[in-house]
Structures are given as C-alpha cells and as structure tokens.
C-alpha cells in the first residue's frame, strides 16, 4: 500500500487504466500519468481497422473525454521521462520538471521494429502502430495505388484487408511459411490465407525483402530474396515490437527480454512496478516468464497493480486472449498455444465459422475461434476456471458447450 504520489510512465491501455482503477478503489492520493504522445490517452486496436479505413472518428478512439481526469483529479502531463532517481523518489521529465513519487508504474509499452533494408527511410516507407502513423497512412490511402506489406502477423494482414477494400493492389511478404505462424495454429492461418486471396491480395511466403527500390525519391518496388520485383508506391512494415525497457535498464533495473517483474508485477525496486507490453512477468499458470502484448494483458495487469497500491496485494494470474479483425473474418483467442500437440476442430471453415479447440497432453490450453464469439467466450471460461473438455465433446457441434459449464 502506498500513500505517496504514484507516478504512471506511459498513458495507452495499461497506463490509463491503472489510474481508473486506482480511483475506483478509493485512492485519495496524487496520480500523475505521464503522456508522451499529442493526443489525449487513446485505445490502439482500431488504428489498423476501423479508424484507418475511416468508420471511426478520432473522439470514438479516446479512453474517456477530457473532463474524466479533472472530475477524477488525474494529472495528464505531456512529456516524457527521461530517468529515475531511486534514490532521491524523483522523475527527471525531458521538459526539466522533475516529480517526485511514492510508487511509480512502468507503462511504457512497445515500439516498432524497424526494417533494415536500403531506401528504408523514404517517405512512403511507414508503420503503425500510434496515431499519427495511422493518420498518416489514412490520409495517403486514396492516393497510391500499389502497396508493399512487410510482415503477415495481425497489423500486417488488418492493414492489407483495409487497402484492398480502398481499391489498392495489396501484396504481402513472409518470411515464415504461413501467415500468422507465431500466434495461430495452421489450420486458422490455412483460413485466413485462403480468405486474403479470395480477396485479390497477393502474400508471397517463405521470403523476404532485400532493398526497397527508388525513382526520384519515391519507393518504385520491393525487390525479394528469390529475386522478384513487387511494384509499390506505398510500403507498410509490420514485423513486430520491441519492448521500452530503457529507462528501466537505465535506472539499474533488471530487463531482458522486457522490464523483469515478480508475481505482483514488481521489479527488484519495491516502488517500482511494470505492466503491459513492456513486462517480463512471471506467471504460475504457465509456469515460467512470458512477455504479452495484448489489450487484455495490460488491463488485467493494470487492475492487479492498482489493487496492490491500495492494499489488496495478489499475484497477477490473468487468462490472456487476443482478437483481430480481417475483413469480414473476426479471429477470437483464448489461452496460448505454446506447445499444443492436437487440435479439434469445431464448425467448418467452408462456412466461414468455425473453431480450433488446442490440447496439451490430453488437456485443454486453448481455442481459437473464427466468427464464433459464443465458443470463444466458453473457451475464456473454461481457461479461466482451469478446466478442460474431451477432445471429442469440442467436436460434436451436438454438444452444448453451455451444459459444460454449467
């Protein structure tokens, strides 16, 4: 429990939602969220979806409206952090303020990786994952008319579904030999794969980009490792993250593979917690250390902490799950599939509804479901409550899955 100022590095999901949570419990004292962006604290899932093909509009993206933090009594201060004195409880902002804290909370998310290729810093070479990367993109879109995709995960294929609806040739590049190889089983990347050629976009796997081609300062075409040539006025990269661990790091914290936290999400410093896409945390359910980028993740998460600052001090023990939207296909996971070693399928694919029921040695680790939001929401249930169903129930769409739970 702490009754000094608690200080949130970071204002995306899991930033904003631990000062929510910390009010809704009754925390009286001083909260600051620092915002390194222009825009007020903003959801991301819509940037390579519905706000850039222009359904949305950019107040719909906003967490809560301005007079949230003044009636909640939330600080919001634009700047960004550039170190923490442990020793001293104080921030040092690049604006030159300093502040001090009681507790401060690690939010800092996760940047772009960006791709090593010549000609990569044309100006049509962009990414997306903020705001005004998403505004950029949504302000070219009817103005070009070959795009170049670098990656085939989630943004990469929702950013394709988007342009090949605004008319754009679409072609997408993999290295891995399916699309979405690292989150989905086969069968859901068979599926969507199918879906995105059915729609005229081009994914090319097993290669990858070796320069970026240039007429008079404008990208002209990819060239690939088998040697092609794949036309482009428009390149959009899509090859991941890498976590903010720096200024932790700086501070004398541990990090590897992100900002290393205990069961209650602790680093090695008492006053100093890290939550969401920028935390290595270590996790009973799945015994071991895992890093998550989900929105899901950072709200659990942010809740957990805001808990303990108040006085409920538990471990974090979330059930991760995970969405995408492509097209008029809408993907739903729940649990993780790291080592599943077979898979039931549930519906069909030809009907464009369907789910992949995973198991681990003979036990249910997770469903991932295409157009059926009620499977999904049975498999986050089950996961939830550490049960498993027999493969051949998951099968038999005769089977009321409700009947299970109850």
Avoid at 114 to 126: I, K, M, Q, S
Avoid at 274 to 284: Q, R
Avoid at 289 to 317: F, H, I, T, W
Wanted: proline share 4%; glycine share 8%.
């Amino acid at each position: 429990m702490t009754d000094g100022p608690v200080i949130i590095v970071g204002a995306g999901h899991a930033g904003f939602h631990v000062a929510a949570y910390l009010r809704q419990f009754g925390f009286k004292g001083r909260i600051c969220l620092i915002n390194d962006e222009r825009h007020p604290p903003y959801q991301r899932p819509p940037l390579s979806k519905a706000y850039i093909n222009g359904s949305i509009s950019p107040d719909s993206l906003l967490f809560r409206p301005a007079s949230f933090y003044h009636e909640e009594n939330i600080d919001v201060i634009q700047s960004r952090v550039v170190a923490i004195d442990r020793q001293r409880l104080k921030l040092l902002l690049a604006s030159g303020n300093s502040l001090d804290y009681g507790h401060v909370v690690l939010a800092t998310g996760a940047r772009n990786r960006l791709v090593d290729l010549p000609n990569a810093n044309l100006p049509d070479v962009r990414y997306l994952r903020i705001l005004d990367e998403s505004e950029a993109l949504r302000s070219i879109l009817t103005s070009r008319k070959r795009v170049v995709i670098i990656g085939a995960g989630f943004i990469g294929l929702e950013f394709a579904s988007v342009a090949r609806v605004k008319g754009l040739e679409v072609d997408v590049i993999e290295l891995a030999p399916r699309v979405m190889a690292r989150a989905v089983t086969a069968e859901v990347s068979d599926y969507f794969q199918a879906r995105h050629r059915e729609a005229g976009i081009r994914i090319h796997l097993g290669v990858h980009a070796t320069s970026i081609e240039a007429d008079g300062g404008k990208v002209a075409s990819v060239s690939l490792s088998d040697g092609r040539h794949l036309k482009a006025d428009l390149v959009v990269v899509g090859i991941g993250v890498l976590p903010n661990i720096e200024l932790a790091a700086e501070a004398g914290l541990p990090v590897a593979s992100g900002v290393v936290v205990d069961e209650y999400l602790l680093t090695a410093d008492p006053n100093i917690s890290a939550i969401g896409d920028c935390a290595l945390f270590t996790s009973s359910r799945f015994g071991g250390s895992l890093r998550l980028e989900s929105v899901q993740n950072a709200m659990y998460q942010a809740r957990c902490v805001a808990a303990r600052l108040v006085g409920d001090k538990r471990p974090y023990d979330g059930q991760p799950w995970f969405w995408s939207d492509q097209g008029d296909s809408k993907l739903q996971i729940a649990g993780l599939t790291t080592g599943y070693d077979q898979v039931v399928l549930r519906g069909a694919s030809a009907r464009k509804a369907f789910s992949v029921f995973c198991y681990k040695a003979g036990k249910l680790v997770a469903v991932e479901s295409v157009n059926r939001a009620s499977d999904h929401i049975f498999g986050r249930r089950m996961l939830v409550m550490g049960r498993s169903l027999a493969p051949e129930r998951a099968a038999d769409e005769n089977f009321n899955l409700k009947s299970e739970l109850a």
